[in-house]
């Protein structure tokens, strides 16, 4: 153990960082041996000698004893003259130095006398002007050949260097600034070409160092009003980049679909892009059209929100519009690429027309509201009120919603009607019923008050009218029904006034805004079945001794006749129209029951019952029958 473990009691010698040059020691051994011409090795062993046998303890004895030998005022007197002493000393380094820098300022202010006057001295700038010494080169020492040879050869180099580093650089800049102007041609060449097709180009508000397009409309709402301006940046390759900001990259479109129960009949065509997706003219129309569409989508689903009570339904990316209890209007906003109409379309030609028709009509209201914004833009202002004025909705689906309303209900009269004339037709009855003239309250205005656009659109908004007349069995009996619908103007919706003209009924009153077709189909039926009654008291005239009975109309609104003869024979005959049948009975009654209870019928004498499409005889040949005495 006591071999494997060793432990120095030495100090470390610590080697110096650096060792002391060589003229440090010369000047050393010169202060301590003299010369070098003195010093041998016989005096330097004999030095080491004398130091060995010297006691060391006895010089400090001596040294002490010196300096306890000294007066303690001596001490006092030698301090403050080396006190004075390093002062001195001081003072005259600080002289030196000052002359030296007042001597380095003067000399630098002839090249840079702002600079050197701030370490000048007082006294100088009094004493000296700036810029009074100079300082030359006189005389230099001559250079050896080579030394010149050496720095000309130097010079030479540094100079070629220098001028190939500057042509690479020319070059380099050259090459750059053509590809640089051949992209800035282009690109202004590219800007000039949208301007000339008729795009407003100007600069963006928020950086006054690009170019923007105006491709939107600037009398929409604030929020698509803002987002119809892009900017027009350069590309790397000088190619014009449209930055559309908000706009999805798709074109998207509305949709509108027509569905009859749960089928889709109908759909309209979704916007298609244009030939060239790579032009920027293209990119500008995708932009345009994306932004009105999706303008439209919103102000239809801001007014579908006040017609919830006329069964308009949201969702989340649809409107539902009922056009009647079986059919309704979709719209929905789609990419340009989505089309299910393969899927779940059962379409036909009339259908999609009409599906066409109605995305058309939104469209072109849109742009009406448009012009109505301008319209109001340009004309005085109203006065300021302390509430801000509501911005109303515009009038889009309501107009369509009267119009489909208004050509559903004349489909289901004309319908009715058609269903009528084949029952009287079976019967051998033929009426004269008109057809129905569709057309509107408002009224075309002269193009030099209004454009013929707006004019056109006025007459879409204003209410519309249609009229039917019939002139029935009876040449001087007639009615007439008028359907008004009502898009915006209340009240909505649509009405039936019904005008009837029946002399041989004067207290018949005419009936004015009927807003079910129940009660139109009952008013229309009961006409017809007064025409009738009248028509067979009128058919068979009373004369005596013609073995005929006479009929006279006894309750004409039950459609009820009587019949009576010289011998007491009575008869009752009993007319009831509806929809889908005409029928007629005849009852035999005494005298007495007749009149006093004409309902109390002993027994059905005849009877006949007409419908579409089936033959029999005629009204006349029945009434014949039954009038036989």
Not at 129 to 151: F, H, K, W
Not at 326 to 342: F, K, M, P, T
Not at 479 to 508: C, E, H, W
Request: include cysteine.
């Amino acid at each position: 153990m006591a071999d494997s473990f060793k432990l120095p009691l030495r100090p470390v010698i610590e080697k110096r960082d650096r060792p002391d040059s060589l003229p440090r020691d010369i000047a050393q051994i010169n202060a301590q041996w003299g010369s070098f011409r003195e010093l041998s090795e016989a005096s330097l062993r004999e030095k080491i000698e004398a130091d060995k046998d010297k006691d060391q303890w006895a010089e400090d004895d001596e040294v002490n004893q010196e300096t306890t030998d000294v007066d303690t005022a001596e001490r006092m007197e030698q301090l403050y003259k080396r006190r004075a002493e390093i002062i001195q000393f001081a003072l005259q380094a600080h002289m030196e130095t000052s002359f030296a820098l007042d001597f380095v300022s003067l000399l630098l202010s002839r090249h840079n006398p702002r600079q050197a006057e701030t370490s000048m001295s007082p006294f100088l700038k009094t004493a000296a002007p700036l810029g009074s010494l100079n300082s030359e080169i006189i005389n230099p020492p001559p250079r050896p050949d080579t030394a010149l040879r050496d720095i000309k050869s130097v010079s030479r180099g540094w100079r070629l260097q220098n001028f190939n580093t500057a042509a690479s650089k020319l070059l380099n800049a050259g090459s750059r600034l053509d590809k640089e102007v051949d992209a800035e041609t282009g690109y202004w060449d590219q800007v000039l070409a949208v301007k000339e097709k008729g795009w407003k180009v100007c600069r963006l508000p928020r950086d006054g160092q690009a170019l923007g397009v105006q491709y939107g409309f600037l009398e929409a709402t604030p929020i698509f009003r803002d987002r119809g301006l892009a900017a027009l940046r350069r590309g790397d390759d000088g190619k014009l980049v449209l930055d559309k900001g908000l706009i999805p990259r798709k074109a998207q479109g509305v949709r509108v679909r027509i569905k009859h129960q749960d089928r889709i009949i109908g759909c309209s065509k979704v916007c298609r892009p244009s030939q060239d997706p790579q032009s920027i003219e293209s990119h500008i129309l995708q932009a345009r059209d994306t932004l009105f569409e999706e303008e439209l989508f919103h102000e239809m689903m801001r007014e579908a929100r006040i017609l919830g009570n006329q069964g308009v339904t949201t969702r989340q990316n649809l409107v539902k519009v009922p056009v009647s209890e079986e059919q309704e209007i979709l719209l929905d906003l789609v990419d340009w690429d989505q089309d299910h109409a393969s899927e779940e379309t059962s379409s036909s030609s009339e259908q999609n027309a009409l599906a066409d028709a109605i995305s058309h009509s939104i469209r072109i209201l849109l742009t009406s509201a448009h012009r109505q914004n301008l319209q109001r833009r340009t004309q005085p202002p109203p006065p300021l009120a302390p509430k801000r004025r509501p911005v109303p909705e515009y009038q889009i689906l309501r107009p369509i919603m009267a119009y489909l309303q208004h050509k559903s209900h004349i489909q289901w009269l004309e319908s009715f009607i058609a269903n009528l004339r084949r029952i009287l037709e079976s019967a051998g009855i033929e009426c004269d019923f008109n057809a129905t003239q569709f057309s509107s309250i408002g009224v075309l205005q002269p193009s030099h008050l209004v454009p013929k656009v707006e004019s056109l659109v006025g007459i879409f908004l204003a209410p519309f009218e249609s009229a039917f007349s019939a002139t029935l069995i009876t040449p001087q009996n007639s009615f007439k029904v008028r359907i008004r619908t009502n898009p915006t103007m209340p009240p909505v919706g649509t009405f039936y006034d019904i005008s009837a003209n029946l002399p041989q009924f004067p207290d018949i009153q005419p009936l004015n805004r009927i807003g079910l077709q129940e009660e139109v189909a009952q008013a229309i039926t009961h006409f017809i079945m007064l025409d009738i009654t009248a028509a067979i008291s009128l058919q068979i005239p009373k004369k005596e001794g013609s073995g005929k009975l006479s009929w006279e109309v006894a309750y004409p609104h039950h459609g009820e006749l009587l019949a009576v003869d010289t011998t007491g024979q009575s008869k009752k005959m009993k007319v009831s129209l509806s929809h889908e049948e005409l029928h007629i009975e005849t009852y035999s009654l005494s005298r007495a029951e007749g009149f006093a209870n004409p309902r109390a019928a002993k027994a059905t004498l005849l009877s006949q019952t007409w419908k579409p499409g089936i033959p029999g005889p005629t009204l006349t040949e029945f009434v014949a029958q039954a009038s036989q005495a």
